[in-house]
């Protein structure tokens, strides 16, 4: 099953999104996206909670 999180859903206004066969890739991914596009090279446990929170079946 693919996995996708769209990072407007965490980050509003942005329309980034990333795609994996599992939630540690998404995870991995959105935290390369983030600090790629967002500048946050930590990904805190509040924002690492909204990320597995936003991730959802593609
Ligand atoms: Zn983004």
Redesign the pocket.
């Known amino acids: 099953m693919t996995l996708e999180l769209r990072?407007g859903d965490v980050?509003g206004g942005?329309d980034?999104v990333v795609a994996a066969e599992s939630r540690e890739e998404v995870l991995r991914l959105a935290s390369a996206?983030?600090a790629d596009?967002?500048g946050l090279t930590e990904i805190d446990a509040s924002t690492r909670s909204a990320l597995e929170a936003a991730i959802h079946p593609a």
């Open positions: 990072c980050v942005c980034g996206h983030a596009a967002h």
